[in-house]
């Protein structure tokens, strides 16, 4: 008996088997090219996701940009706030005021210095520096201040914005000194003041020299 031939078995595959799944696509494609959604089979969830992350990427970038202009504008609040900072400091450290550094000869000229450069548009500011080196007994005298800007301007008015200035020797005893200092006024005159000086022996101004008194002196060539 002969042996009987197997009987050949139809090749058969699901059609299903024939189409390549999603995986296997993405598989195939060209390096580079994996990641990226085959155009032929996009569902309506899959544009969805895509424009949630192209979305999400604007955002993001924009949040990046509005952080940096936030940045900026904070750098440049900061420099603008130590520039004024700055200038109020060199402000205050050129104003001067009473120490004990500063001999009575030096006070006088201060002050008559704050008399010629006293700016009305500028709150007085001259005459507050004439008040500043005033004595403690002065202020209690002539003050407050207000009082003695007002005191100032109706009695020794011609004081305020003078030309220019000269100063005779000063004469100093123990811890009082005296100076006479002449005024070339704007309209020509001359107008005189004896400076009264004194060295402060107690309180917060110890050991300054401040003005005590002011007092006006006849033209030159007259007798007191």
């Known amino acids: 008996m002969s042996r009987r031939q197997p009987i050949p078995q139809p090749v058969y595959r699901s059609h ?32 969805k996701g895509i424009t949630r992350d192209i979305t999400r990427d604007i955002t993001w970038h924009n949040e990046q940009r509005t952080g ?26 050129n104003d001067p005021l009473p120490n004990t550094t500063m001999g009575p000869a030096e006070v006088v000229k201060v002050v008559v210095n704050a ?3 006293n700016n009305p548009s500028q709150n007085d500011d001259g005459i507050e520096t004439v008040f500043a080196f005033a004595s403690p007994g002065n202020k209690s005298a002539t003050g407050p201040l207000p009082r003695f800007k007002q ?15 000269e100063f005779s020797p000063i004469e100093i005893q123990g811890n009082q000194a005296w100076q006479a200092v002449w005024l ?9 003041y004896m400076f009264q000086m004194g060295k402060q022996q107690s309180g917060d101004y ?19």
Do not use: C
């Open 184 to 192: 070339a006024l704007p309209n020509g005159d001359e107008a005189g």
């Open 151 to 165: 005191m100032l301007k109706t009695g020794y008015g011609n004081m305020l914005n003078h030309r220019s200035s």
């Open 68 to 93: 940096g202009d936030r940045v900026k504008r904070l750098v440049l609040g900061t420099a603008i706030l130590l520039l004024a900072l700055a200038y109020q400091t060199t402000q205050a450290a």
């Open 16 to 47: 299903r088997s024939m189409i390549p799944t999603a995986t296997q696509q993405r598989n195939d494609s060209p390096p580079g090219l994996a990641s990226q959604p085959d155009q032929h089979h996009l569902t309506k969830g899959s544009t």
């Open 206 to 224: 110890q050991g300054m020299w401040m003005t005590e008194g002011v007092f006006p002196l006849p033209a030159r060539g007259q007798s007191i």
């Open 115 to 117: 008399l010629k450069t």
